[in-house]
T-cell receptor
Framework: GNSVTQMEGPVTLSEEAFLTINCTYTATGYPSLFWYVQYPGEGLQLLLKATKADDKGSNKGFEATYRKETTSFHLEKGSVQVSDSAVYFC???????????FGSGTRLQVQP | DTEVTQTPKHLVMGMTNKKSLKCEQHMGHRAMYWYKQKAKKPPELMFVYSYEKLSINESVPSRFSPECPNSSLLNLHLHALQPEDSALYLCASSLSPGRSTDTQYFGPGTRLTVL
């Protein structure tokens, strides 16, 4: 089955710093890739997604590009804010199970 | 509207109680999911319903019993739970069970504590 590996956290940054959270996947077939964000005490919100190689997903200043050659989907943001502090999950769907496989999650802490 | 609602928000129950979690969506989605999330861990899939029929059961103990009465509603019936079942239970839905490109939309979750 699929698997997703994320960089360990927590990631601590100062406001306006550049953010990268690494995500790599293993899959048979052509999975769709997602980034979800979870704020404390809440459910998961879709941040962005990409459904085929070389697609770039973007939302609220966050971007990630589906790289088939490196099996990666790294999340980036040019200038983080305190309000971006949350846990970020990379996830993939496989064409067989049609269910999400999540990475372990990366906690981001942004300090003023 | 991309809202999935879940009730109750919090639930405390004893090991001999019977309770139910409820999930609702009005987006016309035909796939619905239950996930369990322990603290500081990612969500783990429990059940998938496709067109109101159970299509995936991830070897979940029988003390968890899902039900999909109609295309908008998903229940999770709980009976004789153990303290280790305490977790955040998340419901999700997506448009088409057959498409892996569809986004899953999550509810806010029910935080369950088993005493």
């Amino acid at each position: 089955g699929n698997s997703v590996t994320q960089m360990e956290g927590p990631v601590t940054l100062s406001e306006e710093a550049f953010l990268t959270i690494n995500c790599t996947y293993t899959a048979t077939g052509y999975p769709s890739l997602f980034w979800y964000v979870q704020y404390p005490g809440e459910g998961l919100q879709l941040l962005l997604k990409a459904t085929k190689a070389d697609d770039k997903g973007s939302n609220k200043g966050f971007e990630a590009t589906y790289r088939k050659e490196t099996t990666s989907f790294h999340l980036e943001k040019g200038s983080v804010q305190v309000s971006d502090s949350a846990v970020y999950f990379c996830a993939s769907t496989d064409t067989g199970r049609r269910a999400l496989t999540f990475g372990s999650g990366t906690r981001l802490q942004v300090q003023p | 509207d991309t809202e999935v609602t879940q009730t109750p928000k919090h639930l405390v129950m004893g090991m001999t109680n019977k309770k139910s979690l409820k999930c609702e969506q009005h987006m016309g989605h035909r796939a619905m999911y239950w996930y369990k999330q322990k603290a500081k861990k990612p969500p783990e899939l429990m059940f998938v319903y496709s067109y109101e029929k159970l299509s995936i059961n991830e070897s979940v103990p029988s003390r968890f019993s899902p039900e999909c009465p109609n295309s908008s509603l998903l229940n999770l019936h709980l009976h004789a739970l153990q303290p280790e079942d305490s977790a955040l239970y998340l419901c999700a839905s997506s448009l088409s069970p057959g498409r892996s490109t569809d986004t899953q939309y999550f509810g806010p979750g029910t935080r369950l504590t088993v005493l």
